[in-house]
């Protein structure tokens, strides 16, 4: 519920002028609250607040810290490098990590923004080879169960010369490049899925609950992965294992997805056993400028 601490207001109508959704009004001699069910609890008018006015119940008003200025964030060009650094891993140490650590990664998925600021994305930290192996196992049935299938849709359209639709396109190699190796590895001990890394986050959200949960997710999960590279950890997106979660009821039931909600961002995380020595390089950005004439 959002308010206003009269005594510390200065009717300067910062506030007013930011509020996304009209909640706030300027009045005679108060900033009036027309509609507090409408407020989305951003904190925007908090935040551009001189004198910290606005009071938002629902949050904790130690959160509301002092921004830091220009002056102290992170040189642009060090800031890119930064990003730059990041790759994926998938050659980690055996080194369990710290709770401590894997708090400040979830910590960082918290504070990404979100559509509407409805914060819908959940979160699951599964640690311990002995349950990661189970999973893999189930994932990579499940891929191979998905794979025969695709080959059954790829030999009917081939057979009857109707052209590929669109989803088959990129779908058309996967089991035979992927699914059937990464099997095989499996087998042998080799794990191409997971890359025995010691932890597996996964992002989930109640369906219905945003109309944005892939954009949601993977907000959140960028803020996590980069914040894992602040504290020295790799981490590796793992798309395979989000198919396989969707298509697997046990798979569900062993990482404890409740039924209504859907895992939109799995990625692994752990500590490198190999050093990178170079930044990533990517081909040039397709860019389209449009501006007045």
Same mark, same amino acid.
């Given at each position: 519920?959002?308010? *206003? !601490?009269?005594?510390? +207001?200065? /009717? %300067? =109508?910062? #506030?007013?002028?930011? &509020?996304?959704?009209?909640?706030?009004?300027?009045?005679?001699?108060?900033?009036?609250? *027309? !509609?507090?069910?409408? +407020?989305? /609890? %951003? =904190?925007? #008018?908090?935040?551009? &607040?001189?004198?910290?006015?606005?009071?938002?119940?629902?949050?904790?008003?130690?959160?509301?810290?002092?921004?830091?200025?220009?002056?102290?964030?992170?040189?642009?060009?060090?800031?890119?490098?930064?990003?730059?650094?990041?790759?994926?891993?998938?050659?980690?140490?055996?080194?369990?990590?710290?709770?401590?650590?894997?708090?400040?990664?979830?910590?960082?998925?918290?504070?990404?923004?979100?559509?509407?600021?409805?914060?819908?994305?959940?979160?699951?930290?599964?640690?311990?080879?002995?349950?990661?192996?189970?999973?893999?196992?189930?994932?990579?049935?499940?891929?191979?169960?998905?794979?025969?299938?695709?080959?059954?849709?790829?030999?009917?359209?081939?057979?009857?010369?109707?052209?590929?639709?669109?989803?088959?396109?990129?779908?058309?190699?996967?089991?035979?490049?992927?699914?059937?190796?990464?099997?095989?590895?499996?087998?042998?001990?080799?794990?191409?899925?997971?890359?025995?890394?010691?932890?597996?986050?996964?992002?989930?959200?109640?369906?219905?609950?945003?109309?944005?949960?892939?954009?949601?997710?993977?907000?959140?999960?960028?803020?996590?992965?980069?914040?894992?590279?602040?504290?020295?950890?790799?981490?590796?997106?793992?798309?395979?294992?989000?198919?396989?979660?969707?298509?697997?009821?046990?798979?569900?039931?062993?990482?404890?997805?409740?039924?209504?909600?859907?895992?939109?961002?799995?990625?692994?995380?752990?500590?490198?056993?190999?050093?990178?020595?170079?930044?990533?390089?990517?081909?040039?950005?397709?860019?389209?400028?449009?501006?007045?004439?």
């Amino acid at each position: 519920m959002i308010s *206003i !601490d009269e005594n510390q +207001c200065t /009717l %300067c =109508g910062l #506030c007013v002028r930011i &509020c996304l959704r009209g909640v706030l009004e300027e009045r005679v001699e108060r900033i009036g609250v *027309i !509609d507090p069910s409408a +407020c989305n /609890l %951003c =904190g925007h #008018c908090k935040a551009v &607040c001189p004198t910290n006015a606005p009071r938002l119940s629902n949050l904790n008003e130690n959160e509301f810290e002092l921004a830091p200025t220009m002056d102290e964030l992170p040189n642009p060009a060090v800031f890119l490098r930064t990003l730059r650094r990041r790759r994926s891993q998938r050659i980690y140490k055996s080194k369990p990590v710290e709770t401590e650590k894997l708090g400040k990664i979830i910590e960082a998925g918290r504070f990404a923004p979100t559509g509407g600021n409805r914060q819908g994305c959940e979160y699951i930290v599964v640690t311990g080879r002995k349950i990661l192996n189970q999973v893999c196992t189930l994932a990579i049935q499940t891929l191979q169960e998905q794979g025969k299938w695709v080959r059954e849709a790829l030999d009917r359209y081939h057979q009857s010369g109707e052209p590929l639709p669109e989803e088959y396109i990129t779908m058309q190699y996967y089991p035979s490049l992927f699914v059937d190796r990464m099997a095989e590895r499996w087998k042998e001990g080799k794990d191409q899925l997971l890359y025995h890394a010691p932890v597996l986050i996964l992002i989930h959200m109640r369906e219905g609950l945003t109309t944005s949960p892939q954009v949601d997710a993977s907000l959140s999960a960028m803020h996590m992965v980069l914040m894992a590279e602040a504290l020295g950890l790799g981490t590796c997106i793992i798309g395979f294992l989000v198919f396989a979660i969707k298509h697997s009821e046990k798979l569900r039931e062993v990482l404890e997805i409740p039924p209504d909600h859907q895992v939109h961002v799995a990625f692994t995380v752990g500590y490198s056993d190999v050093e990178f020595l170079r930044l990533v390089a990517r081909n040039p950005a397709k860019v389209k400028w449009i501006t007045d004439r």
